[in-house]
């Protein structure tokens, strides 16, 4: 039977193991997939003697997506472009290391809330590696425009200079006092303020009729983003559940070859929250 895992530390709370085995009983896959916890000073040496035991492939999370991309003999291009790797596949010319966590966000709004991009009015939150990764897919999907926000204005104008041949427009960086007076289609959250329950300080008017306004993280409940935007006019409210399920999907697909059906998944994980 074919080996799979999430590796990372910690790593018990993790929902990878679930999804990847009602992903493999939906597609009729015969493969076993666990967590592993790495020691910190040890991803290297666990992701090795993982491989060497007839590992195929590994789910990568917190905090090793920056060495797994190192560790990678190949990258895709949207591993490349996000600078870390949360999908490795272990074949016989070596390691290729792949980012699916763009591809899932964007799969997420565009399929599992009939939300386009192509043609929209942009807003990525937040200038670390959860918005780097999902900088290329949003421009591939030819927004109207890309505006990168983030408290400290100078790493979000780094961050778009990087992606300005990237795609048919030009990002652009800024800082959130910069975004007065502008109104986004869409806006994405992409910044680690749910995580103690806070939401970014933002200037008021930036939703315009029929938003969406979508935080990354997720919980049981509306995250402070999510309430915050609701308030403030925002029409479609949504979490980063369906996110996890598809960049997970992504990474099913890139090994075994076939896509599952997310929905299913995604309201089995929805109702146990």
Same mark, same amino acid.
């Given at each position: 039977?074919?080996?799979?895992?999430?590796?990372?530390?910690?790593?018990?709370?993790?929902?990878?193991?679930?999804?990847?085995?009602?992903?493999?009983?939906?597609?009729?896959?015969?493969?076993?997939?666990?967590?592993?916890?790495?020691?910190?000073?040890?991803?290297?040496?666990?992701? +090795?003697?993982?491989?060497?035991?007839?590992?195929?492939?590994?789910?990568?999370?917190?905090?090793?997506?920056?060495?797994?991309?190192?560790?990678?003999?190949?990258?895709?291009?949207?591993?490349?472009?996000?600078?870390?790797?949360?999908?490795?596949?272990?074949?016989?010319?070596?390691?290729?290391?792949?980012?699916?966590?763009?591809?899932?966000?964007?799969?997420?709004?565009?399929?599992?809330?009939?939300?386009?991009?192509?043609?929209?009015?942009?807003?990525?939150?937040?200038?670390?590696?959860?918005?780097?990764? !999902?900088?290329?897919?949003?421009?591939?999907?030819?927004?109207?425009?890309?505006?990168?926000?983030?408290? !400290?204005?100078?790493?979000?104008?780094?961050? +778009?200079?990087?992606?300005?041949?990237?795609?048919?427009?030009?990002?652009?960086?800024?800082?959130?006092?910069?975004?007065?007076?502008?109104?986004?289609?869409?806006?994405?959250?992409?910044?680690?303020?749910?995580?103690?329950?806070?939401?970014?300080?933002?200037?008021?008017?930036?939703?315009?009729?029929?938003?969406?306004?979508?935080?990354?993280?997720?919980?049981?409940?509306?995250?402070?983003?999510?309430?915050?935007?609701?308030?403030?006019?925002?029409?479609?409210?949504?979490?980063?559940?369906?996110?996890?399920?598809?960049?997970?999907?992504?990474?099913?697909?890139?090994?075994?070859?076939?896509?599952?059906?997310?929905?299913?998944?995604?309201?089995?994980?929805?109702?146990?929250?």
């Amino acid at each position: 039977m074919d080996r799979y895992a999430v590796i990372g530390n910690p790593i018990a709370h993790s929902k990878s193991p679930r999804l990847h085995s009602l992903f493999a009983a939906q597609t009729g896959q015969s493969l076993s997939y666990e967590a592993l916890l790495a020691p910190l000073d040890g991803f290297a040496a666990t992701v +090795a003697a993982f491989r060497a035991a007839g590992g195929r492939g590994l789910n990568v999370t917190v905090p090793f997506k920056l060495e797994a991309f190192d560790l990678a003999d190949r990258h895709t291009p949207r591993a490349a472009a996000a600078g870390a790797v949360n999908t490795l596949a272990f074949g016989p010319d070596g390691i290729l290391g792949d980012n699916t966590d763009g591809a899932g966000i964007l799969r997420d709004i565009t399929v599992n809330l009939r939300c386009p991009v192509a043609g929209k009015r942009v807003l990525l939150l937040g200038a670390g590696g959860a918005a780097r990764g !999902t900088v290329l897919p949003l421009l591939e999907a030819r927004p109207a425009s890309l505006v990168i926000a983030n408290r !400290t204005a100078a790493r979000a104008a780094d961050l +778009a200079d990087e992606f300005t041949s990237a795609g048919a427009i030009r990002p652009e960086g800024c800082g959130f006092i910069q975004l007065g007076g502008r109104r986004f289609d869409i806006v994405i959250n992409a910044t680690s303020a749910s995580l103690s329950d806070a939401a970014p300080d933002l200037p008021a008017g930036l939703y315009a009729p029929d938003s969406l306004a979508y935080d990354m993280m997720y919980g049981k409940g509306d995250t402070a983003f999510m309430v915050a935007a609701r308030q403030q006019g925002a029409t479609l409210v949504a979490d980063g559940l369906g996110m996890l399920v598809e960049q997970a999907a992504e990474s099913f697909l890139l090994w075994r070859g076939v896509r599952p059906d997310t929905a299913p998944v995604l309201a089995e994980l929805r109702a146990a929250l």
